[in-house]
């Protein structure tokens, strides 16, 4: 996973619903939710 600019344009290509797996825990769950990705977050409890 990264955190370059070129994969946030993605989204729009993506086959909904898209999931984002965050192995770091450094992206925001709120606004992942917000923008329509289904968010993982490895090492974490889900929410």
Do not use: C, V
Request: hydrophobic share 30%; charged share 35%.
């Amino acid at each position: 996973m990264t955190e370059w600019d070129l994969y946030k344009e993605l989204y729009d290509s993506m086959r909904k619903p898209a999931h984002i797996y965050d192995g770091r825990n450094i992206l925001n769950q709120a606004k992942i939710r917000e923008i329509g990705f289904n968010q993982y977050r490895i090492g974490k409890r889900q929410r």
